[in-house]
């Protein structure tokens, strides 16, 4: 089993629309917990990270954990097509530790 | 936010040949840095950990005398693939971390061995 579960898609919305990326997770020792937005033939970009338990917003996006189901969650509002990229959910137990990823669920935005 | 870059940002050699990829912190010291390496439709696979001014980490199944890892200052981190193979033909990504919790990746470095 792997530690960070995530299906890859595609996922394909109109724009505008209200998109939720979601992975699961295994290892209960992860405690922080991000988000990455790839966009073909890039590096990750960090958009997000949360601690814990909880919600976390930044603009458009809303990141939600909840540890007691190993559920990490990405929500989108009023998508636009410039998301539209792959989305990789992140995990590790805390500080400098290494970082386990998921496989990454692409988006795509139809104008 | 914090830049790291990489160079060569594409490369294709023979097989045979050895390759470096060159990963820096712009405008941030990183004492420690992260290889990864990505195929396609696969994720992120973290190579190794490599420390400033001591030898890196590799994780299990990573071939240490064939993926070179040296960390000579702060602000520079080197790959090296040492007798390419086809196989090797991969996304290389390196990181490092601006802040406790913030990992910023490079741009890549695509590998292709012929």
Same mark, same amino acid.
């Given at each position: 089993? %792997?530690?960070?579960?995530?299906?890859?898609?595609?996922?394909?919305?109109?724009?505008?629309?209200?998109?939720?990326?979601?992975?699961? /997770?295994?290892?209960?020792?992860?405690?922080?917990?991000?988000?990455?937005?790839? /966009?073909?033939?890039?590096?990750?970009?960090?958009?997000?990270?949360?601690?814990?338990?909880?919600? %976390?917003?930044?603009?458009?996006?809303?990141?939600?954990?909840? %540890?007691?189901?190993?559920?990490?969650?990405?929500?989108?509002?009023?998508?636009?097509?410039?998301?539209?990229?792959? /989305?990789?959910?992140?995990?590790?137990?805390?500080?400098?530790?290494?970082?386990?990823?998921?496989?990454?669920? %692409?988006?795509?935005?139809?104008? | 936010?914090?830049?790291?870059?990489?160079?060569?940002?594409?490369?294709?050699?023979?097989?045979?040949?050895?390759?470096?990829?060159?990963?820096?912190?712009?405008?941030?010291?990183?004492?420690?840095?992260?290889?990864?390496? &990505?195929?396609?439709? &696969?994720?992120?696979?973290?190579?190794?950990?490599?420390?400033?001014?001591?030898?890196?980490?590799?994780?299990?199944?990573?071939?240490?005398?064939?993926?070179?890892?040296?960390?000579?200052?702060?602000?520079?981190?080197?790959?090296?693939?040492?007798?390419?193979?086809?196989?090797?033909?991969?996304?290389?990504?390196?990181?490092?971390?601006?802040?406790?919790?913030?990992?910023?990746?490079?741009?890549?470095?695509?590998?292709?061995?012929?």
């Amino acid at each position: 089993q %792997k530690e960070v579960e995530q299906d890859p898609g595609p996922l394909s919305v109109p724009e505008g629309a209200i998109v939720s990326l979601n992975c699961t /997770y295994s290892n209960s020792a992860f405690q922080y917990f991000m988000w990455y937005r790839q /966009y073909s033939r890039k590096g990750p970009e960090l958009l997000m990270y949360t601690y814990s338990s909880g919600n %976390k917003e930044d603009g458009r996006f809303t990141a939600q954990v909840d %540890k007691s189901s190993k559920y990490i969650s990405l929500f989108i509002r009023d998508s636009q097509p410039s998301d539209s990229a792959t /989305y990789l959910c992140a995990s590790n137990s805390g500080g400098y530790q290494k970082v386990t990823f998921g496989i990454g669920t %692409k988006l795509q935005v139809i104008p | 936010g914090a830049v790291v870059s990489q160079h060569p940002s594409r490369v294709i050699c023979k097989s045979g040949t050895s390759v470096k990829i060159e990963c820096r912190s712009l405008d941030f010291q990183a004492t420690t840095m992260f290889w990864y390496r &990505q195929f396609p439709k &696969q994720s992120l696979m973290l190579m190794a950990t490599s420390n400033e001014g001591s030898k890196a980490t590799y994780e299990q199944g990573v071939e240490k005398d064939k993926f070179l890892i040296n960390h000579a200052s702060l602000t520079l981190s080197t790959l090296t693939v040492t007798s390419a193979h086809p196989e090797d033909s991969s996304f290389y990504i390196c990181s490092a971390n601006y802040r406790i919790n913030e990992q910023f990746f490079g741009p890549g470095t695509r590998l292709t061995v012929l």
